[in-house]
């Protein structure tokens, strides 16, 4: 216990990469989730062990035909002392065992062939039910869940699964089925020959349970390193700019080379328990089998054996070579199947915490009002990133939240499409809580548009449509307009087709903002909007042109536009100043400028800034002057 923690200290240090959600999985837990995804197959399932069942047997047959031939036919023959003895009681073996042969040979294929299908239908089942397990997962997840780990539980761990339902079960359940039918048929045919050959069997027990126990734990540290591989390498190549920027490519090259080497050692590992196990494991086999020639041919002498049973126990030892040699191998595959099978099984136990209310309530004339009551929110217990918000936005009116970076407006928002939940409090729409809202009608009623939105890779019209061909042509370029996205994407060769990069790298920052806003004005024609900073990386002058456009579209719309920019803030309806979580300041431009309070402030500092920058017209001015226009303000 001790020592596997230390283990785990030393090599695991990279925060993020451990499994996050530990909870103990049971054996049974598992069987009985890999059981959920056979059952759909148990008829071919059933099929295939019959399959097995004559494999067994055909294999079985074929030492035995040989000792009846030798104890009948041939010792007659040879006993006879017949100058030339008649051995045409043969045929009936020969054609027996080539008869046996052919039906082995028919019998393995269709089993192989039958079990892949299953296995390979049973995976595909897995992949679909995990991938829609972690798409229904609320945002907490996302936030906890490294990708890497969320990759690693699509590739790797069901491969290791794959091998796991399409080969070694079947390995492991047909070379124990041969094994056991080897050892009864050998107690039927003799049973003091089969003590003599089974004396070894301790032996092979014995090291099966000591390397059994040291491959599992190997092999469980082997994938949390293929984790931490697919997380490092996820986050540098993301993380790639600032690497580059700051000159860290010598500290990635040697983080890398630490968990390359580590990912090489513990396959190494694994390497070696398994090769000194199958070597031991044939080592006592080689004893076996010396002990059963020693043995046997006392009891040839002594005539409690015959030299036909002899020559037979010599092919079934031989015999059980394999399915002990293949056990041996089945067990590494199979512990780590089983590792695999368990992290697999752990996410698909976490529930998402956000989920539709058992009876739904629905809204059936949209007006579009907003509550906050008494609305409490951490991220982690005991820090509350949002305290007692009290905040009623009638329908239709336009708020514009400010405040400083922290102060929880993008929490504010995120609590409106339940993103998360709130601790205390209710949130409104309506009059309805959302929490009694379905997740998918709620989020038809509220749209969100992110600071840094995200492109996925295609056309710029498939951005916009989501790659939802219902969305027409016109549809899309009125909503580009209104967002005053039209003009750069017209420049853009191709323009509605241009192709975007992964992530959107051939745009800039302000340009994808711009596109997430017609996005937003595409698929929630009527909803509330809320812009949060959407619009931070966009020019004053293209920012007017979006004001004027959302003029017109929001009339009678309730939005929420999360800025730091008051020029875009002045013309609201309503201004809310946010300050550590809570609201301090509510009111219209006019009236919090004369309450003279920290909107004032801020207003009064951009105020100076614009006007400074009017005079010398450079933005490097407007800083380095920054530190002036504020003392001249004070
Ligand atoms: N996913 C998160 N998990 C934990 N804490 C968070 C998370 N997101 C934000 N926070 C914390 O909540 C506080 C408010 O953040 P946020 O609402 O994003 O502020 P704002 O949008 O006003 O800049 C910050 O102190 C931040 O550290
Ligand atoms: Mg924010």
């Keep these: 216990m001790l020592r596997k923690q230390k283990l785990q200290e030393a090599d695991f240090t990279r925060p993020g990469t451990e499994d996050v959600w530990e909870d103990v999985i049971t054996d049974r837990f598992l069987i009985r989730m890999l ?36 104890d009948g036919p041939i010792t007659e023959a040879v006993t006879s002392g017949a100058e030339n003895p008649d051995l045409s009681g043969l045929i009936p073996y020969g054609i027996a065992y080539f008869l046996a042969v052919a039906t082995l040979f028919g019998l393995r294929f269709s089993h192989t062939y039958l079990l892949q299908t299953v296995g390979q239908n049973a995976l595909a089942d897995l992949r679909q039910t995990l991938f829609q397990h972690i798409l229904r ?119 890398f080379e630490r968990i390359n080497r580590q990912y090489r050692d513990v396959h190494m590992k694994i390497r070696d328990y ?89 809204i059936t004339d949209l007006q579009r009002s907003v509550t906050f009551e008494h609305v409490t929110f951490s991220y982690e217990p005991g820090h509350p990133v949002l305290r007692d918000i009290n905040l009623h ?29 709130v601790d205390e409090g209710r949130v409104l729409i309506d009059g309805v809580d959302i929490r009694e809202l379905p997740l998918a009608e709620l989020r038809q009623y509220v749209s969100v548009v992110p600071q840094n939105p995200y492109c996925f890779n295609g056309t710029i019209a498939d951005n916009l449509r989501l790659f939802d061909p219902s969305v027409t042509y016109e549809q899309m370029v009125e909503a580009a307009r209104v967002a005053a996205a039209d003009k750069f994407i017209e420049r853009l060769p191709g323009g509605y087709d241009f192709m975007l990069l992964p992530g959107g790298a051939n745009l800039s920052q302000g340009q994808r903002q711009l596109l997430a806003l017609a996005r937003a004005l595409i698929h929630s024609p009527r909803s509330i909007l809320v812009l949060d900073e959407a619009t931070s990386n966009i020019d004053t002058e293209t920012e007017e042109l979006i004001q004027e456009g959302l003029a017109r579209v929001l009339r009678g719309r309730t939005s929420l536009i999360i800025a730091h920019r008051l020029s875009t803030v002045r ?64």
Excluded at 393 to 416: D, E, F, M, R, W
Excluded at 571 to 593: F, K, N, P
Aim: net charge positive.
């Design 571 to 634: 013309d609201a309806d309503r201004i809310l100043v946010m300050q550590r979580g809570q609201i301090v300041e509510d009111g219209t431009h006019e009236t919090l400028l004369r309450a003279n309070g920290l909107y004032a402030r801020l207003y009064r500092r951009q105020f100076a800034q614009l006007r400074l920058d009017e005079r010398y017209n450079t933005s490097e001015v407007s800083q380095a002057t920054e530190g002036t226009a504020q003392r001249r303000e004070v």
């Design 393 to 421: 936005i009638p329908a239709g009116q336009h708020v514009a939240i400010v405040g400083a970076t922290g102060a929880g407006k993008t929490s504010l928002a995120g609590l409106l499409t339940r993103f998360y939940d």
């Design 274 to 362: 398994y090769t000194v196990y199958a070597s031991i494991l044939q080592i006592l086999t080689s004893v076996g089998l010396g002990i059963v020639l020693y043995g046997g041919g006392q009891g040839v002498l002594a005539q409690w054996a015959t030299i036909g049973t002899l020559i037979a126990f010599i092919d079934y030892m031989r015999r059980s070579f394999e399915p002990i040699l293949q056990l041996s191998e089945q067990v590494a595959q199979i512990q780590t199947a089983l590792s695999a099978g368990e992290r697999i099984a752990r996410m698909l136990r976490i529930e998402p915490q956000i989920v539709d209310p058992p009876q739904p309530k629905h």
């Design 137 to 255: 997962q609320d945002m907490a997840f996302f936030n906890k869940t490294p990708v890497g780990q969320l990759v690693a539980r699509l590739s790797n761990d069901i491969d290791a699964l794959t091998e796991l339902l399409s080969t070694s079960i079947v390995m492991v359940v047909s070379n124990s089925i041969t094994l056991v039918g080897i050892i009864v048929v050998m107690f039927a045919i003799n049973w003091r020959l089969a003590l003599i050959a089974l004396s070894v069997m301790p032996f092979m027990v014995s090291a099966t349970i000591y390397f059994r126990r040291r491959i599992r734990r190997a092999s469980n540290r082997f994938h949390r390193i293929v984790a931490e591989y697919l997380a490092y390498i996820n986050e540098q190549f993301n993380g790639m700019l600032v690497v580059q920027l700051f000159g860290r490519q010598e500290a990635s090259r040697a983080e």
């Design 35 to 70: 059981a959920r995804f056979v059952t759909p197959y148990w008829k071919q399932l059933l099929l295939t062990f019959l399959l097995l069942l004559g494999v067994s047997a055909m294999s079985l047959s074929l030492p035995y035909l040989i000792k009846q031939a030798i």
